[in-house]
């Protein structure tokens, strides 16, 4: 039998930020949360992924973070030259942090009331469930952090070259957004995994479908760009970690991945030759295996 697949749902945190969710298999199963990264709804966690997951014993929780897809947007404007100057080390102002995002991820656990679960992000979201795991980590049972970075600025570092398409204008309508959404996964995907123009277009139509803030992921990228360096924190973690990194990212250097299981006690490295910034379906089966012994290592340790 299928795994049980919930409705999306709206969970409204005291903050006044609402987060749209969706849930795959039984409540009864280890609660897995998914994070994802910069302007990614939560269907870039890939249907058949969290699946595989719930079949694996895990009570999936996919969510769209604060300014992507369906959940709340933030009014807050932030110009481009703002951006460029972040990126650059300037110093600029945020309209919300890192820790930020991580309490809008205990705020939906304190809705779905879990007083823990295991915890996997994807880029911007690998940050998320650092912070989570630093500031809370009786909250969180294991941590697996794909294709992100420890916030120090020489490592983990993102190809200057892709800074011009990841802020231009990609104009308005369905199909700008997919001919501009084409262009960024050609320059960061996985060339060892190389996508369809179909399956591109397929994927970018069902995030326009959800909805698409370009002013939302200028706000996300700022939150990354103004990031603490959470190493030292790091080594103070004591919970079963697993570091997922492709040796091919332009997006966030294999340094960055490096550096984060250097910086956590204990924590697994798994390098994979051909992965670049996404996660292609032909390694789904590998992240499931290495997302569970993370998980068993918790049942073990706790």
């Known amino acids: 039998m ?29 609660p897995l949360l998914l994070v994802m990264g910069l302007g990614g709804p939560m269907n870039w966690w890939d249907s058949d992924l969290c699946r595989m997951l719930a079949e694996a014993g895990f009570y999936v929780i996919r969510y769209d973070n604060r300014d992507t897809g369906r959940s709340s947007r933030i009014g807050v404007r932030v110009k481009r030259s703002t951006i460029v100057r972040a990126f650059t080390g300037g110093r600029v102002r945020a309209p919300y942090s890192i820790p930020d995002l991580a309490d809008d991820a205990f ?35 294991s941590l697996t952090s794909i294709m992100s970075t420890t916030g120090k600025r020489s490592v983990g570092w993102q190809h200057p070259s892709l800074l ?48 698409v803030s370009a002013s939302g992921v200028m706000r996300q990228m700022l939150a990354v760009l103004t990031q603490p360096n959470r190493s030292l924190r790091l080594r103070a973690l004591r919970v079963p970690t697993l570091v997922i990194h492709g040796l091919d990212d332009k997006m966030v250097h294999v340094s960055g991945g490096r550096a984060t299981a250097a910086a956590i006690p204990g924590a697994e490295l798994l390098l994979i030759p051909g992965m670049g910034h996404d996660m292609p379906p032909a390694l789904f089966e590998s992240y499931v295996q290495a997302i569970s012994r993370t998980a068993d290592r918790a049942r073990v340790t706790r």
């Open 164 to 211: 011009p398409t990841l802020i231009g204008s990609r104009g308005p309508g369905l199909e700008n957004y997919v001919r501009s959404s084409r262009r960024v996964w050609r320059l960061i995907g996985s060339p060892g995994y190389p996508q369809s123009d179909a399956e591109l277009r397929a994927k970018a139509e069902e995030t326009f479908a959800r909805g």
């Open 107 to 141: 705020g939906l656990l304190d809705h779905l009331g879990l007083e823990a679960a295991h915890v996997v992000g994807v880029s911007m979201g690998g940050m998320i469930a650092q912070t989570m795991a630093i500031t809370q980590q009786r909250r969180v049972l």
């Open 2 to 30: 299928p795994p049980r697949v919930s409705d999306e749902l709206l969970a409204p945190l005291p903050s006044g930020i609402e987060l749209c969710y969706q849930t795959f298999g039984d409540p009864s199963g280890r």
